[in-house]
């Protein structure tokens, strides 16, 4: 009897975490920008496909990985469905990034590039952006005249 309700309580944990783990993953195409998708060749996937890679991601790398700063101190994340998307516009004139750009926002924020790269995207006034956040803290900026995504962080 005793045997019984602990396989069943083992179970049951199981299942509570591996749903706790599935409603917190991301699809490789939003953990990758559009370039780095793309370079990688997982454009040339069919929707099927990249659900069974994004299914086969899924069951195959449930770890967690702690992060830490260069003193040793553990750094802590907020969960994703903390962070909200954010949607605003870039203040004044717009041409791409080159490496090391910030974009100051309509909302008095504003943020720099955290990838190496550049991309022209032609001139355009006040565009669109949107801000989401992706793993490990890291956000993806998605601008209105612009085929491709860039990692940003937050700098006001």
Known sequence: MYKCIVV????????AAASAFAAGFSSVEER???SEFHAAGLDKLSPEELKTLDEWLRTHYATTTTYVTPSGSPVFYPKQGDRETIEAHINGH???????STFALDNGQEWKQAESGGRSCGSVENPKIKIKPMLMGSWLAYIESCSDSVRVERVK
């Open 8 to 15: 069943t309580i083992a179970a049951a944990l199981g299942v």
């Open 32 to 34: 990758m920008s559009q």
């Open 94 to 100: 717009f041409s791409g990034w080159s490496g090391a």
